[in-house]
């Protein structure tokens, strides 16, 4: 595969031998682009690394696409690659109808917390199996930070039982989210369960907010959560296939919503580059856990060109 080279932050590009300037592409036929798409993919996301015009380009929409729907072919991954205002670039996905996303909520269920206890979150001893986490030997004590990066459902348990109900679906609606009903049982708000559905279009933009308020103490605080699942958490595929710190990330393991069912629904969300988001990928793999979802994601992300830059200092 020829070089992928980025200067002056996405103002000359060399892909391939193609000249890229101001953030646009010249001069190569469409024949060129169907022999060299994984090339071009792989370069218009490095100038969207540094310019959210660049990812808007048709030419990154349609190599990205060809690239994702090439090297992951299997009808048991569905995905969504959006810019960082929210628009869609390439998508795989049967229905936008509402899915159970598993902990995927889980950062929303924080937002609600906080902004009901004045941005003040408790410290958890998460005991594993006795206190109904998925890590049986647990996780220990814990605040915000480490519970979304190892997405401890003790932690979240503790934030259920503290929440007003009523004011909670209040923010989710906020966020663009429909929320579990005011009834559902306390393990819906963690994301367990499948009272808690959400179109994935709307989970994916809910993220891109999240992401726009990072200044802000409660969410700067899950960002940073979700900067330690990318490396350390149940996301660390991502990273892997990435580098150190390259991307935001949030898992969900969620009840199979596929006929037949399978054992469960894998789901990852994830920001790339992490200190300036310019896209975001959702995934979900049928018959897997979410971290395994993880390492297709960061595979995919991987295969446009995503990581490379990191390679090269």
Known sequence: MDPLTTADCGMNVDCGGHQLRGESSHGFSARKWIQRTTILAGCFLLSAVCSAQAAREPQFSQAAKAVLDRDFAGPEISYLLLDASGNLLAERWPSQSPVPPGSLVKPFLAIAYGEQH??????????????????????????????IAQSCNTYFRELAAG???????????RYGLAGPS?????????????????????????????EKEEHSAIQGRIIRGMLGSAS???????????????????????????????AADGFTVVLYPAAQPRLLLLVRVHGVTGAASANVAGAMLRSLGAGQEADKR
Do not use: M
Request: charged share 10%; aromatic share 4%.
């Open 118 to 147: 004045g941005g003040q979150f408790p410290i958890v001893h998460c005991l594993g199996t006795s206190t109904h986490c998925w890590l049986p030997p647990g996780h220990g004590s814990l605040g915000l930070e480490d519970a």
């Open 163 to 173: 929440l007003n109900r009523p004011l909670a679906l209040q923010i989710f609606a």
């Open 182 to 210: 005011a009834q559902t049982a306390g393990d819906n708000l963690i994301g367990l369960g499948t009272a808690w559905k959400e179109s994935p279009l709307s989970l994916a933009k809910a993220y891109l907010t999240i």
């Open 232 to 262: 350390r958490g149940t996301a660390r595929g991502v990273d892997l296939a990435l580098g150190t710190n390259a991307a935001l990330a949030k898992t969900g393991t969620a009840v199979c919503s596929h006929k037949p069912q399978g």
